[in-house]
């Protein structure tokens, strides 16, 4: 039997000051976007289904109070999200989700506009963007 991998992610249920920053900071540099998302993402060796109450249970990741972890259905960013790692493997890799006035995800153009503009340093990051 092959291990599958899967990933989680976990972000904050409380007020995000990192994303509410990195919207405002989008909007002063002409990036048409009305709401930012983030969480960590994290890569599993998953045989057996029971991650996420191992990722629960991990207090070096997770905190019940402030944390939720959710199984992404993919390995991949979805539409109006660009996933941020380091190219050094260091720190978990990061999503970041873009949304329009409409509340539906921002174009490829505008996220591609947000990644260049700041959301990564290509010196020390590597940009995964989902796309239409």
């Known amino acids: 039997m092959t291990m599958q991998k899967r990933v989680v992610e976990i972000s904050l249920k409380i007020p995000d ?14 990036v ?4 930012v998302e ?8 998953d045989g057996d289904g029971a991650l996420l109450e191992r990722v629960e249970s991990d207090e070096t990741i997770f905190n019940p109070n402030i944390h939720r972890v959710t199984l992404r259905e993919s390995g991949a960013p979805e539409s109006g999200e660009v996933w ?3 190219l050094d493997g260091t720190v978990p890799t990061v999503a970041w ?11 490829g153009h505008a996220l591609r506009t947000a990644v260049d503009r700041l959301l990564c340093n290509p010196s020390i990051d590597r940009a995964i963007v989902g796309c239409d």
């Not at 989700?97 to 174009?107: E, H, K, N």
């Open 17 to 30: 000051n990192t994303a509410y920053t990195a919207l405002v900071a989008l909007r002063r540099l002409g």
């Open 38 to 45: 983030r969480g960590e993402l994290r890569a599993f060796d």
């Open 97 to 107: 989700r873009l949304f329009d006035a409409g509340d539906r995800a921002v174009s």
């Open 84 to 86: 941020i790692e380091s």
């Open 32 to 35: 048409d976007v009305a709401r």
